[in-house]
């Protein structure tokens, strides 16, 4: 039986959900827009220990590292591992010029905060960090849609910063991103 993930010998901590959350909330009400900046920047900072963390957990469990796996064995691996840290489960998948994750229960959404875009920030952070590690180049993570933000589901697009900057701008004028990625709206 695989061990849980060791928190100390990994230099995380446990943290609940309603902690994130609430600094979160508190960031965005104290300081305005600037929250999103700070959110993702912490998120950054720890994207390199969750990446070493998570080719630990997968050597302990006898898989190779990270970006030796299958596509589906990958997408398998990490969303084990992010839920057994507390994340909640992800589902990776692609839509034609971006990987897309998503989550029906990410630990950072919050149904009950009624935010007016997607907020996951932090998360965008470890993301941006962790699947830029995986590719071997930096990436640019964008949440499109968010529990906090009504949406059944948290879902992050992962791509190139010149792809990411144009579906910024293009959803910046109304489109929606389905259609700048290029998917229609029933494949999204």
Known sequence: MAQPIDLASNALVALP?????????????????TAATLLQEAGIAGGPLLYETFT???ADRGRGAPETLAATE????ATEFFREAGWGSIAIGTLESVATIDSGDWAEGDP?????FPGCYFTSGI???FFGRLAGEAVAVMEVECRSAGADRCRFLVGSSEVMQRVYDEMG????????????ATAA
């Open 173 to 184: 004028r109304g489109a929606r991103y389905q259609d700048v990625v290029g998917v229609s």
């Open 74 to 77: 990958f997408a398998d691996r």
């Open 17 to 33: 959900r309603e902690s994130l959350q609430a600094l979160r909330v508190a960031l965005f009400r104290d300081l305005g827009t």
């Open 56 to 58: 630990r957990w997968l």
């Open 127 to 129: 993301f941006a960090d």
């Open 112 to 116: 009950t905060n009624a935010m007016e």
